[in-house]
């Protein structure tokens, strides 16, 4: 049972480079993306969360993009630090994020005059 719920998605940063090299064979075999997340609780009001997002999406011979995402979780109840991160590992929060993150990178990168980027689907 899912006893938090996402209030908020802010962004916190982000950084778009274009890439203007040669690259040998096909550029968009060799497109990366990694994200990296952390999880913090507020002390000022423990019923509240916030997951930051770390994003690189690296597409060889186009472009770089690299930023930092918060996600806002709001818990029903007041929980510590431990129980707060434990439920938001059950719930897989990760994939729960990933339509978020998707929308939000496509429609940067495609808002920057490039084709929609082949971003991989997150499965466990």
Do not use: C, W
């Not at 770390?54 to 186009?62: C, D, W, Y």
């Not at 590992?89 to 920057?112: S, V």
Request: aromatic share 10%.
């Amino acid at each position: 049972m899912m006893d938090f719920r996402l209030i908020k998605m802010q962004v916190l940063s982000m950084n778009f480079h274009e890439e203007h090299e040669e690259v040998e064979g096909d550029s968009k075999k060799a497109s990366m993306l990694k994200i990296d997340a952390a999880m913090e609780a507020s002390i000022d009001s423990p019923a509240y969360a916030r997951m930051v997002i770390s994003i690189e999406l690296n597409a060889p011979g186009r472009y770089n993009l690299d930023g930092k995402i918060a996600f806002i979780f709001k818990f029903k109840e007041k929980t510590s630090e431990e129980e707060l991160e434990k439920m938001l590992l059950e719930a897989d929060t990760e994939r729960l994020l990933y339509p978020y993150i998707n929308t939000y990178l496509t429609n940067f990168i495609m808002g920057a005059g490039y084709a929609r980027p082949g971003i991989p689907l997150i499965l466990k």
